[in-house]
């Protein structure tokens, strides 16, 4: 699967010295596409079978951890220059998140949002983000949004979507 066309107008712009954090990495599309231009890449899922193949790529960690059971720290200390998430979405970490992001570094966050469950999965209203709930996360965290979107698209299928390419001042 392609990278979110998203992901790669924002991810283009950091310098490939940044770290990236691909969380709930899944099938590891954006893991691929950011460790194929030189970043060191960390993958977080709770099922790695989809990155198996990159565990001998030195430009990738693989981390196995359930980000929603509460047993380990979303994220650990660390900080990154780039944190991804896309079609993800488990409010109890969303601070979390946005605390991963490095000085300077770069949150580009993409997700379902409320007016999706009219068009398919997923139609549970707690997987779903509110309206500007990305951007007012981003403002409450002192994020610089560099972009934001809540709008309904039609490729790859019609969906309702927020999303959020923002910055932390270093």
Known sequence: MN????????????????????????????????AARGHDV????????????LAADPHVELVEADLEDGSAPPLGPRAFGVVVVTNYLWRPIL?????????????????????N?????????????????LLELALAHDLVVVAFEDVEVELPRPAVVQRIAARRPS
Do not use: K, M, Q
Request: charged share 25%; glycine share 10%.
């Open 42 to 53: 960390v993958a977080i899922d709770r099922d790695l079978s989809g990155v198996a193949d």
């Open 117 to 133: 469950e009219r068009l398919g999965r997923p139609t549970n209203l707690d997987f779903l983000l509110r309206r500007n709930e």
């Open 95 to 115: 601070a979390a998140i946005v605390d991963a992001v490095a000085p300077d570094g770069l949150l580009v966050y993409e997700t379902f949002a409320v007016g």
């Open 3 to 34: 990278p979110s066309a998203w992901v790669e107008r924002f991810g283009a712009t950091v310098p490939t010295s940044a770290r990236v954090c691909d969380v709930a990495c899944g099938g590891g599309r954006h893991t691929r596409w950011f």
